[in-house]
């Protein structure tokens, strides 16, 4: 996957609109000109905590046009409740866009992008970017139950097709996302994924069944998010053309891998090349 | 005659370490900082003090399995493993580069031996890139073998005498919080030739995941960072100023000037900023500005005016 050019900043960013799809999952929107313009599909933004004394906050860019990026959030802890409660008009600094992002162009004319719950942030302006150039678009959306799906027409008023699967069974499949995909037996020139990494697991399974080419966005707990502390990392084919340079490993050193930052070489990679 | 120079200029912040003369007091810490170009976009370089470079050591380490972080309240853990790519590569594609950086530029050695220090040192230190060696003899994360030299005053000793023998450098150790009596190793360290010390690396922690029933680190357990281990820090900056006549790096969750001001009112010449990079890349900043209003307000013309004012024990920078 070729690292894009990117110009990170510190953007300071206001509340410009805010709304709850479903009961504790809110879509954030700032006005942030520069950061719209600069990001690419796939990448993300590290939020500064308004209240100090805590790393900053990962986040998937979810849109971004004009002069507005939004982010999707799960308000699962403090940190993430304190933004999804930001009222209008609120500061909001970020730094950013980060990361790789997606290499849509090796993605091909047929794509899957395989979502589980708000994973599918990342994966709005690869389908927008997608569809643009003419490819089709399948969204395979998973999440634990049926009001926890949210914003799957905003992609299907775009063109995608929209394939639904719950945990419980209360809307489309019963089951794993995963199971899915595999079950339709389509064709797919490629394969994008994000969501929490089990499920990416499975995807790489299932793409390798299918005989297709995953690229999955990772997700892991973040330090710096600038590629800085090597906390973030995933190991790595060392033919991976993201792999970062390393010498030869130690005598004694039975991993024939590299470490890469998630952060930094990814959040994407290409699933046959991950050694996880 | 104070008065009118802090006026004309603005107070002084710069201070001194070993034979570094800083332009600010704010190192960036070993691990945290990468080697600068990280950060290059997010803060004017040229304001910090300096960047102490991730530890390296004689052999490639490809570092613990992730996970390597875990978030806890107003903390981190950490256990990286002290990745890096071995002295030997680090000099042949690494090091060249750092002498485009408007700061000090700070080697870290790491080892798990006697021999290890010298032999890293002596290799680093011999570059001009490189204005100073940290001797990280204080890593918790990899195995018992790299703390224990910050543990253990005789060890303490031998591997800064092994380190001070091959440059002439300025050199500075890092302590580790994990011990009883940190005032005893920093007598020793003193003594066996240290420029300075680096107070604290991380306190030992852990965290357990209830769901799975496992240790939520890839490596078990971790080192913490962070302002959870601030009153930590402070503590040990404290016992160390009243023991040792060479300078302080203080750090430990500093976020802000005020976070700063205590580690320098217990004792510390300089600082050091980690983690709270993480919180706010412009941290550096922040720090600088608000040491420079602190030092305006009270009409003091300097920085080293106020090292250890808190600590009536402090024996004074030699
Ligand atoms: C992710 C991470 C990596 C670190 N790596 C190193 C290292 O390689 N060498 C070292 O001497 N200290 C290392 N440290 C310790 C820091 O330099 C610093 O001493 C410690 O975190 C306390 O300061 P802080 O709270 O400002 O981060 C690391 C800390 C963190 C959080
Ligand atoms: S979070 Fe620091 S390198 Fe990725």
Redesign the pocket.
């Known amino acids: 996957m070729p690292a894009l050019e990117t110009s990170p900043a510190i953007h300071r960013t206001v509340v410009s609109d805010r709304r709850e799809p479903a009961p504790g999952i809110s879509v954030v929107g700032l006005y942030a000109p520069r950061l719209a313009g600069a990001t690419r599909p796939g990448q993300f933004a590290m939020v500064v905590p308004p209240g100090g004394e805590r790393a900053a906050t990962a986040l998937g860019i979810y849109e971004a046009q004009g002069d507005r990026i939004s982010l999707m959030l799960v308000a699962v802890g403090p940190r993430t409740r304190e933004l999804a409660t930001l009222p209008l008009g609120a500061q909001l600094d970020l730094f950013g866009p980060l990361g790789n992002g997606f290499d849509l162009a090796a993605l091909g004319d047929e794509v899957a992008l395989v979502a589980g719950g708000v994973g599918l942030a990342s994966l709005l302006l690869p389908a927008r970017e997608l569809l643009a150039r003419g490819a089709r678009v399948y969204l395979f959306y998973g999440a634990r139950t049926a009001g926890a799906l949210v914003d799957a027409d905003l992609f299907a008023e775009l063109g995608a097709r929209v394939y639904v699967a719950t945990d419980d069974g209360t809307l489309g499949w019963a089951g794993y996302v995963t199971d899915l995909l595999r079950e339709t037996a389509m064709h797919f020139s490629g394969i994008a994924a994000c969501g929490p990494s089990p499920m990416l697991r499975a995807v790489a399974r299932v793409a390798a069944d299918l005989g297709v080419r995953a690229q999955l966005s990772l997700e892991e707990t973040f330090?710096?998010g600038v590629g800085a502390?090597?906390?973030c990392v995933v190991g790595l084919s060392r033919e991976s053309a993201q792999a970062p340079r390393f010498p030869a490993p130690a005598p004694g050193e039975t991993r024939d891998y590299v470490h890469a930052r998630i952060c930094k070489e990814g959040p994407v990679f290409w699933a046959h090349e991950l050694r996880w | 005659m104070v008065e009118n120079a802090a006026s004309a200029t603005g107070p002084s912040i710069a201070t001194r370490i070993g034979k570094l003369d800083l332009p600010a007091p704010t190192l960036m810490?070993?691990?945290?900082y990468g080697s600068g170009e990280e950060y290059a976009p997010f803060v004017d370089l040229a304001g910090i003090g300096g960047i102490?470079l991730?530890?390296v050591t004689r052999f490639p380490r490809l570092g613990n399995a992730p996970p390597?972080?875990v978030a806890t309240p107003s903390g981190?853990l950490?256990a990286?493993g002290?990745q890096?790519p071995g002295i030997d590569a680090y000099l042949e594609n690494d090091v060249a580069k750092f002498a485009e950086r408007p700061c000090a530029v700070i080697g870290?050695v790491?080892g798990f031996s006697v021999d290890d220090y010298a032999y890293v040192t002596e290799r680093l230190a011999a570059r001009d890139e490189i204005d100073a060696i940290?001797l990280?003899i204080?890593?918790p994360n990899v195995g018992s073998e790299g703390e224990t030299f910050a543990c253990d005053p005789g060890l303490a000793e031998q591997a800064t005498r092994a380190a001070r023998r091959v440059t002439a450098k300025t050199l500075i150790v890092?302590l580790s919080p994990n011990v009883t009596d940190i005032a005893a190793i920093a007598r020793v360290v003193e003594a066996a030739g240290a420029d300075a010390l680096?107070v604290?690396?991380?306190v030992r922690g852990m965290a357990i995941d209830v769901e799975t029933a496992k240790p939520r680190l890839g490596n078990t357990t971790g080192?913490l960072?962070?302002?959870a281990?601030?009153p930590i820090?402070v503590l040990a900056v404290w016992e160390v100023a009243r023991a040792v006549k060479i300078p302080i790096v203080g750090?430990?969750?500093?976020e802000n000037a005020r976070d700063a001001l205590e580690f320098i009112l217990a004792g510390a010449s300089a600082v050091?900023?980690?983690?709270?990079n993480?919180t706010d890349p412009r941290a550096p900043q922040t720090v600088a500005d608000g040491l420079r209003s602190y030092l305006a307000e009270r009409r003091i013309a300097s920085l080293r005016d106020v090292v250890g004012k808190a600590n009536p024990g402090f024996a004074g920078v030699r």
């Open positions: 330090a710096c502390c090597w906390g | 810490g070993s691990g945290c102490v991730k530890s390597r972080l981190l950490n990286i002290l890096n870290s790491a940290e990280n204080s890593c890092k680096a604290v690396n991380t080192g960072s962070g302002a281990i601030r820090a750090q430990g969750g500093i050091s900023i980690g983690t709270g993480f």
